[in-house]
């Protein structure tokens, strides 16, 4: 039998969605119970060690989290009263068919960037951008997603910020549209256009015609106004994780690690519980998956058909480089490097665009001394059919996964 016989509230996964799901149930006094496969928390934002080496497994950039800001992260952070130790920074490198450069989060020199690259009408495009975007980032931000709630007591959380949305109500239309559309009456330059694109690519894994206008009226209001800084977690990606863990299980939550879920129990098309190797779980008010529509659909075992849209295609995968190097001799290089090899064949094109991140130029305690951490990776681009078929361990395998990832090295090198 399972140790846990029932509880309010069963998530499956401990990613960070998850996590900060269940911490925020647990401090509101619910009995919350997390269901995690793997033996590590994170989900794919756990973190991992090999020879004294400390690795990030997924996302490496973070904004917003250091100080008060509408990142729902940080509200959740706050809300539990845990969080890692940050240190900030404001540079990343990008090595793009136009050159080789440095460029910032702030208001300004992205600007000094594009008057070199581009002249003085590319910057003026950008500034009016800029001025396009500032009430939408106001609208985006006008109402914490914390607030949101579908039953009638919604009324009470968004209701005190009813003012606000009131004087952004033209903005919130746009918002539900697409960046793209935004963008068109903007901009017609096009390095900025394949900038916008990238940018958008790196947020939601699709250009600017998929990516919605909120995402990206969210992303300049954080990044693009003056004194801005990005986040890392002292630690790595897994403080971050560690905090959400301490946050659920101060607050009575409890986290089962190897305990893979077979079952979601439904009773009248309604989830009751799951089923694990080790036994049930009753779920008093509700199971939360915190995993893909195409993951959670077999877990339904067809009580629940159709949750998967059949138009709805799945993101491409990532391709990951994890490298702990001698580092006494390196230049001085910034945390991130961004490098695309050609603007014709799009962002989204496989293994077009690859990321670097070098953690530990901010954090030293993540490599032994002398010592630097590498992670790069193909972002959301990686097509999954060349993978398909293919035994993890065999002969073939390991061909193919030295073959994908020579151009990671090449970026690297």
């Known amino acids: 039998m399972s140790p846990i016989a029932s509880a309010d509230v069963v998530i499956i996964g401990s990613g960070i969605g998850g996590l900060s799901a269940a911490a925020v149930l647990a401090h509101q006094g619910l009995k919350v119970v997390v269901c995690e496969s793997h033996t590590i928390p994170g989900g794919a934002a756990h973190g991992f060690q090999r020879q004294g080496f400390h690795f990030d497994s997924g996302p490496s950039l973070y904004s917003g989290l250091s100080h008060p800001s509408p990142n729902p992260l940080r509200h959740v952070l706050d809300l539990i009263g845990e969080s890692p130790e940050w240190v900030n920074y404001d540079t990343w490198g990008c090595c793009l068919p136009e050159g080789n450069f440095d460029t910032q989060v702030g208001g300004n020199q992205f600007c000094t960037v594009l008057a070199r690259l581009r002249g003085p009408q590319a910057v003026e495009e950008w500034r009016h951008l800029q001025q396009q975007l500032y009430p939408l ?28 949305l009131l004087r952004h109500g033209w903005q919130m239309a746009q918002l539900s549209g697409s960046f793209a559309t935004v963008m068109d009456k903007t901009i017609s330059d096009p390095f900025i256009r394949n900038w916008l694109d990238l940018l958008c690519f790196l947020l939601s894994g699709l250009p600017a015609s998929g990516t919605s206008a909120a995402e990206m009226a969210f992303m300049f209001a954080d990044w693009y106004r003056p004194n801005v800084q990005l986040d890392y977690p002292i630690g790595g990606s897994q403080a971050l994780v560690d905090a959400l863990v301490r946050g659920l299980e101060r607050a009575g939550g409890k986290l089962l690690l190897g305990t893979h879920v077979d079952q979601i129990l439904v009773e009248q098309g309604q989830a009751v519980g799951i089923q694990t190797q080790a036994g049930a779980i009753a779920a008093r008010q509700a199971v939360i998956a915190n995993g893909s529509v195409w993951d959670t659909q077999p877990l339904l075992k067809g009580s629940a058909p159709g949750i998967v849209d059949p138009d709805l295609p799945p993101c491409p995968s990532f391709m990951h480089l994890h490298c702990g190097i001698d580092g006494a001799n390196l230049p001085e290089l910034a945390c991130h490097y961004i490098v695309v090899n050609d603007w014709e064949r799009g962002v989204t094109a496989p293994q077009n665009v690859v990321l670097i991140s070098i953690p530990s130029r901010l954090d030293p305690t993540l490599a032994p001394p002398g010592k630097q951490v590498i992670h790069a990776y193909t972002p959301g681009s990686e097509p999954y059919e060349l993978w398909e078929g293919l035994e993890r361990g065999s002969d073939a395998y390991q061909r193919q996964k030295q073959a994908r990832a020579e151009v990671m090295w090449r970026a690297v090198e």
């Not at 985006?140 to 914390?146: E, R, Y």
């Not at 709630?149 to 959380?157: G, P, S």
């Open 137 to 164: 980032g106001q609208a985006a931000t006008a109402l914490p997603p914390v607030a949101l709630r579908w039953d009638w007591k919604a009324a009470l959380t968004v209701g005190r910020f009813a003012p606000a």
